[in-house]
Each structure stands twice: as structure tokens, then as C-alpha cells.
């Protein structure tokens, strides 16, 4: 008296199969449609606050002016404070040694996780109670593929 209801997307990549049963086989126990939009909603919240999410992706050049630059969220609206806000950062961190390993600040309630080659700086945002750990796998995959891309002569 189990049969297969549709399949509801409730996040990209994730799919959960909703199963209908017979009022018939079990008249005490039934599901409405209002129940599983709040289980989708709760779903879809606790979702949100596991996943990781980066801020921003920044390349800046030996002089804290933009190489390239990738904004997620819309804390910077202009292109006048984003750059204002990165001549800040750059200002705050051009003087710390990470060409070896990344380097880990706290600014503007923003972590950082930043690491420097030659004359580029790479830098990848997230929020305050961001696991700095998956910052840093981001900051080193960015790297590591621009490295790859430009055979070893990143300047």
C-alpha cells in the first residue's frame, strides 16, 4: 500500500522522492501537501547554514589594483566601494610574508584566507563563522589552477 509519489527538487543536486500512502491501508496516518512545503522550507534552511559559501575571490597585482576580481554576495555594491574596500585589504596585508602558505585575517567581519606569488596576491572571503579550513582549499585550488594555467609563471 506503499506506492512512489513524484520526485520534488527541493535544492540543486538533491532530490527527495516523497512517498504517498493509502488513506485506505492507513487511515490514522496521512500527509498533506502544507506539511511537506514546511519540511522542504526547513530542509532548504538547514541546508543553507551547513553549506560553506565564499564571499569573494579577489587577484590583485604587487600594487593592490585588481587582476581579477569575483564578488558572491552584494556587501559591495558599486564598483567604487569594492575598489576602495580592496586597496583597504591590500593596505592591511601587503606587508605579511605568505608566499609559502596562506595566512588567515579577520577584516571588515570578513575572514580572509590570502597567499602571495611573485607580484599577485590571491585572496578568498568568507563570513565571520566560515570554517577557514575550506577557505584555505579554495585559496589553494585557485592557485594551484592558475599556477597550472600559466605553467609556473605566475608575475
Not at 520534488?8 to 496521512?30: G, H, N
Amino acid at each position: 500500500a506503499i506506492t512512489a509519489g513524484g520526485c520534488v527538487e527541493t535544492r540543486p543536486f538533491v532530490s527527495a522522492v516523497i512517498f504517498s500512502i493509502s488513506p485506505a491501508a492507513y487511515p490514522v496516518l496521512s500527509i498533506s501537501k502544507s506539511s511537506i512545503h514546511t519540511l522542504e522550507g526547513r530542509w532548504s534552511k538547514m541546508a543553507d547554514s551547513l553549506l560553506p559559501i565564499v564571499k569573494s575571490v579577489l587577484i590583485l597585482d604587487s600594487e593592490g589594483k585588481r587582476i581579477c576580481v569575483k564578488y558572491y554576495t552584494d556587501e559591495y555594491p558599486t564598483v567604487q566601494s569594492q575598489l576602495a574596500f580592496e586597496k583597504n585589504l591590500f593596505n592591511k596585508t601587503h606587508r605579511i610574508n605568505a608566499r609559502s602558505e596562506a595566512e588567515i585575517i579577520m577584516f571588515d567581519s570578513t575572514i580572509f584566507v590570502y597567499r602571495f606569488s611573485t607580484d599577485v596576491h590571491f585572496y578568498v572571503a568568507g563570513s565571520q563563522n566560515e570554517n577557514e579550513l575550506i577557505l584555505v582549499s579554495v585559496l589553494n585550488a585557485l592557485f594551484d589552477a592558475v599556477t597550472t594555467i600559466l605553467m609556473n609563471q605566475v608575475d
